[in-house]
Nanobody
Framework: VQLQASGGGLVQAGDSLRLSCTASGGSLSRYGMGWFRQAPGKEREFVSS????????AYADSVKGRFTISRDDAKNTVYLQMNSLKHEDTSVYYC?????????????????WGQGTQVTVSS
């Protein structure tokens, strides 16, 4: 499955953004999905994940209560709603698909990756 992330941009601290991850070449309904991010000079880090079916989610402590992951399998799309953005959320955000049906939190558990979308939060 090929993934395309979109929705990034330049916003001010406190603003909101919604990222989308749309799949082609396969149905996302078979995959656990996740979002990761990587800032310049830093390692890639887990942000959020959602299981097949969408009943269970996981979040990094740094985004818990501010970000919400969801999926619309009919649209073959996964979303990341980001509220109350902070300067430290500035990163390239990547979506990923996992054959693991649960809510995987490690990068090596994912099999397909999108190209990333830049989120920049000015303070």
């Amino acid at each position: 499955v090929q993934l395309q992330a979109s929705g990034g941009g330049l916003v001010q601290a406190g603003d909101s953004l919604r990222l989308s991850c749309t799949a082609s070449g396969g149905s996302l309904s078979r995959y656990g999905m996740g979002w990761f991010r990587q800032a310049p000079g830093k390692e890639r880090e887990f942000v959020s994940s959602i299981n097949v079916g969408g009943e269970a989610t996981a979040y990094a402590d740094s985004v818990k209560g501010r970000f919400t992951i969801s999926r619309d399998d009919a649209k073959n799309t996964v979303y990341l709603q980001m509220n109350s953005l902070k300067h430290e959320d500035t990163s390239v955000y990547y979506c990923a698909a996992s054959y693991f049906a649960g809510w995987a939190t490690k990068g090596y558990e994912y099999d397909s990756w999108g190209q990333g979308t830049q989120v920049t939060v000015s303070s």
